[in-house]
């Protein structure tokens, strides 16, 4: 196990590597900050100053060296646009993107296992028929339209939840219920292949003649041998709620760090957008990690090392 | 049956998710008689260019701090103080600087509130020796000294006295090469020092005579007047002083939540203020118009900015709705006239593409009437020495266009780059763009959008890259603009190099009286009508929506560069 984690961590930073600098290169050759920071009528010189300020006018390959250097201090950088150390900027924001993330991935797995296991005892049901389609429309759905729909619904016409903010727990509800159905959607449809196929399978049917209920039945050994791919999928997923759910936090104004990333796109604001991609590619990576050693819980017979 | 039942459950679950598309929301809290669209009742605005006052004030003596609004108190009486919060939700924060020299005027609503100005003015675009820091300045007869004497008892809002030596500090940083403010360009080349005479005058010296300096230190011009705190930037440093800025204005900065709010603080009282209305005012991040409307309807928030089109539906909800007309000005860039190879060279085909377009179509059907038509793109008509006469509106003749295209020998047309992209305030823009497309195509013009960022068409046009194509700009409405910047030849971002109309500019710019400055852009405005120039299109009205019992918004209807005029609302 020792060998396998150690191989994943350097698999990490390779990766982290890749991405960071993809993202330099591409940010850098897309524009110029100077152009949105400044006024219409800046003088050349104070362009040329601006830039010097900002280590625009470095090399680009000194530039991202100088960078690489100052995260291996713990120093992301300072944003051009609001000042603050990114640092600061992501510390505020990702702890809201957590909180939205997990409360989005634990509404996703309760509706998604629950669904994908009834859906799968009552397969070729009414029930199964109501739950696949519930699941296709979450999948199908554009999270902006079910957000602002969620919004009308259950904030203006019945108010009982608030617009936007993450002021309190009320807060989580809409927000989280726009992300998590996508999710949702997926890990309904995968439980249900997982327990059919578990249902079917040579030891459940040993567990039903030797008389074991039907519960412990579902439970212990159908659910529990289908809940691989489920994982997989939820843990993927997870970073990409952390970090890409820039939609849902647009509509919502949720203060995340998918919406830091957007802006700083939008206003060319380097330091943030590399610092940014830097930890959400650390949250997808870790969570890969973690998903595969979960793997080894779940399912003895894979091992590593 | 069970195909029966499935049905229904599908219908349940399927129709309110139709019918809530479709439906219009109606607000949690509808006023028994809805209030309709009104006009400030103060300070409305004027449709000529304003004139400024005359170059020294008429205060013959210091004017003593200013008396608090509310009615002397007996001496048992507790004086008010202000309560209660004013949300204010806005699609951007611009660029969220809290320094008056590192961001442009984008960011006047809360930094207007921190500041006090050294010259004060009104909304309709007087200068005022009653608003500012200054309550009298006087220039030498040469233009070139002006000198300044400021009011006792204003104090920042640690308590510390505001003295001669900050506001030398304050126009020494706003001229600075560190300065990235609207005006600092224009300052930096006229300004050459400020000296300190003593606590209560400064003297500033230029370099050349410039005719607007009181107005440019004012609130009509840009944040450059904005005085802060020498002793409290000296303590905390160059970078900490862009977060923890300190000002003497009526409201002290709360925090700052980078990328979703500016939350400000009332003093008790002010010099100007008197005791503000409300305890807190929070600028709230929503980018979201449709957010926005909601909050406004559940009550999160007070006051929205909304655009043409949203308007109509808060309208219909019953909240009120406040405009400020000819914010900005709106025209279209035909780009690298100096290229004889290019189409846009030649003024029969810029004359077409401007008859080819009906703007009261656009204005009647896309801005929902909030706009006006005009001649003259880039300059507004708060402009000093705007004439509307001088330069008239096109008419829309689809006709002509085309013969004027043969005759300027295009009547095959030619290949023309449309660039489509969003500015701040204007999200209509890109859909005017298509639309303009489908004019220029009416008339043989094979026009091609190209949607994108306006960072990346703003690269291409300060590289003059863009070829044959066009692009439009959005410029808020000003007393005075850097004319030079597109009209200039050596404008960075000039769209045409004609040295009669350069000397146009330049007598605009030296000009040392304001019969000489309006002859000047009287002339200048001519001229780029005869020989269009530009591409105008209109001035277009910022929106605000408000809960329905706020009833007025004194001073709605000004003249500053995208400030609301919040002062409307918060002063008693």
Redesign the interface.
């Known amino acids: 196990m020792q060998r396998y984690l150690l191989g994943r961590f350097l698999q990490t930073l390779v990766v982290l590597w890749a991405v960071t600098g993809m993202v330099f290169l591409l940010g850098h050759v ?3 900050p100077t ?12 362009k040329d ?2 830039r010097h ?1 900002w280590g625009l006018d470095q090399p680009l390959y000194q530039q991202y060296l100088q960078w690489v250097g100052n995260v291996a201090k713990g120093n992301l950088g ?2 051009i ?4 150390p990114v640092l600061d ?1 992501v510390g ?2 990702l702890p809201n993107s957590m909180t939205l993330a997990m409360t989005s991935m634990a509404v996703a797995v309760i509706i998604g296992i629950v669904t994908g296991a009834a859906s799968a005892l009552a397969r070729g ?2 029930i199964d ?2 739950f696949r ?2 699941a296709v429309l979450g999948q199908a759905l554009p999270s902006f ?1 079910l957000g ?2 969620l ?3 259950f ?3 019945i ?1 009982l939840f ?3 903010g993450a002021a309190g727990p009320l807060n989580y509800v809409l927000p989280a219920i726009t992300l998590g159905w996508f999710v949702s959607a997926g890990i309904t449809r995968l439980v249900r292949t997982g327990m059919i196929e578990a249902l079917s399978s040579d030891y459940v049917k040993l567990a039903r003649i030797k008389g074991v209920p039907e519960t412990l039945v579902v439970l212990k050994h159908a659910l529990r041998n289908s809940l691989i791919a489920p994982i997989t999928f939820a843990g993927v997923y997870f970073g990409v709620l952390v970090g890409s759910a820039v939609v849902v936090e ?4 949720w ?1 995340g760090i998918g ?2 990333a957007y ?1 700083a796109i ?3 604001d380097f330091p943030v957008m590399q610092g940014v991609v830097l930890v959400i590619a650390a949250i997808v990576v870790v969570t890969n990690l973690l998903v595969d050693v979960l793997y080894a819980y779940i399912d003895p017979r894979i091992r590593y090392g | 049956m069970k195909r029966l039942l499935f049905t229904a459950v599908a219908l349940i679950v399927v129709l309110p998710l139709i019918l809530g598309a479709c439906a219009q929301a109606t607000p949690t809290a509808v006023p028994t008689n809805p209030v309709p669209t009104l006009r400030p009742t103060a300070l409305a605005a004027t449709s000529s260019a304003p004139t400024p006052t005359a170059l020294s004030n008429s205060t013959s003596s210091p004017t003593a701090t200013r008396a608090p609004a509310t009615a002397a108190p007996t001496p048992a009486a507790t004086p008010p103080k202000p309560e209660g919060e004013l949300r204010f939700a806005r699609s951007e924060l611009g660029t969220e600087a809290l320094d008056p020299i590192l961001g442009a005027n984008v960011n006047r609503p809360w930094q207007s509130l921190m500041y006090d100005f050294l010259v004060g003015s009104t909304p309709s675009g007087s200068l005022d020796p009653n608003g500012g820091l200054a309550n009298k300045w006087e220039s030498s007869a040469d233009l070139k000294t002006w000198t300044f004497w400021l009011r006792e008892g204003v104090t920042f809002w640690d308590g510390t006295p505001v003295t001669a030596d900050d506001v030398k500090f304050s126009l020494d940083r706003a001229v600075s090469k560190a300065a990235v403010s609207s005006g600092s360009a224009t300052l930096r080349a006229v300004i050459d020092n400020v000296e300190v005479v003593n606590p209560r005058q400064i003297v500033i010296h230029l370099k050349a005579p410039y005719l607007h300096l009181a107005l440019m230190l004012s609130p009509l011009g840009a944040t450059e007047g904005e005085v802060v705190s020498k002793n409290h930037f000296e303590k905390v440093g160059d970078k900490r002083f862009a977060t923890e800025p300190m000002g003497s204005g009526p409201y002290r900065l709360l925090k700052y939540e980078a990328g979703t709010a500016i939350r400000l603080e009332a003093m008790d009282q002010h010099w100007r203020f008197g005791v503000p209305n409300y305890k807190r005012v929070h600028f709230l991040r929503i980018p979201e118009e449709a957010t926005q409307i909601a909050m406004l309807k559940r009550g999160e928030v007070d006051v929205i900015d909304v655009s043409r089109r949203g308007s109509v539906e808060v309208q219909q909800a019953g909240f009120n709705v406040f405009e400020k007309p000819d914010a900005s000005v709106v025209h279209v860039m035909y780009t690298e006239q100096w290229v004889s190879t290019n189409p846009l060279s030649n003024e029969k085909v810029r004359k077409a593409m401007n008859m080819a377009i009906n703007r009261k179509d656009i204005v009647d059907n896309i801005l929902y009437g909030r706009a006006k038509i005009t001649g003259m793109g880039f300059v507004g008509s708060w402009h000093v020495g705007f004439d509307e006469s001088a330069a008239p509106p096109y008419t829309f003749d689809p006709a002509q266009a085309r013969q004027l295209l043969k005759e300027a020998g295009y009547e095959k047309g030619f290949d023309l780059d449309v660039y489509s992209y969003s500015t701040g305030g204007f999200p209509e823009q890109p859909k005017i763009m298509e639309i303009l497309a489908s004019y220029w195509m009416a008339i043989g013009i094979n026009a091609r959008l190209v949607p994108t960022e306006y960072a990346t068409f703003r690269k291409k046009w300060g590289d003059k890259t863009v070829g044959v194509g066009v692009g439009s700009l959005n410029t808020p409405n000003r007393l005075v603009m850097g004319l030079d910047l597109i009209l200039g030849s050596k404008g960075t971002l000039t769209v045409v190099k004609d040295p009669v109309l350069d000397g146009y500019v330049n007598a605009f710019t030296v000009a040392t009286n304001l019969n000489d400055a309006n002859k000047a852009m009287r002339e200048l405005m001519a001229y780029v009508s005869q020989h269009n120039i530009l591409g105008p299109l209109f001035g277009i009205s910022d929106l605000y929506a408000s809960r329905s019992d706020i009833k007025q918004w004194n001073g709605i209807a000004n003249k500053y560069q995208y400030d609301p005029y919040l002062e409307g609302l918060l002063r008693r």
Do not use: C
Not at chain 1, 35 to 46: N, Y
Not at chain 1, 250 to 253: D, E, K, V
């Open positions: 897309t524009g110029d152009l949105l920071a400044l006024p219409l009528d800046a003088t050349q010189e104070t100053a601006l300020e300072t944003s646009r609001s000042r603050k900027l505020e924001r049901r009414s028929i109501l389609g519930v339209w602002l729909l919004m009308m619904f904030s203006v016409w108010p608030p617009v936007s647009t509509i919502f104004a203060p919406s830091l802006q939008l206003y060319r």
